[in-house]
């Protein structure tokens, strides 16, 4: 992640960590052709609110990458999508 890297909503939030840890993993998933269920799980158990909606985007990239996507991610999609509308 380059120094200085900002993430909308968290700047001034001293809980910051948390969105700072699934932003880095977030920027691995979406640079890796096949992530790793690992990495995607960490990043479920961790994400705040405000970022699913960027998680589910490079969920859908991903299956959109992909000409037979996984149930895995799949499953993840559906769940990240039920998230967002709560």
């Known amino acids: 992640m380059p120094k ?3 993430i909308e909503g968290v700047d001034d939030d001293p809980r910051r960590g948390p969105a700072l840890y699934v932003q880095t993993l977030l920027d691995k998933v979406r640079a890796d052709p096949y992530p790793s269920r690992q990495h995607l799980t960490l990043i479920e158990e961790s994400i705040p609110q405000a970022m699913i ?3 589910l985007e490079v969920l859908m990239e991903k299956a959109a990458q992909d000409r037979f996507p996984s149930n ?3 499953s ?3 769940h ?3 998230t967002c509308e709560s």
């Open 72 to 74: 895995d991610l799949l």
């Open 80 to 82: 990240a999508a039920q």
């Open 4 to 6: 200085g890297h900002a």
């Open 76 to 78: 993840r999609m559906r």
């Open 53 to 55: 909606p960027e998680y």
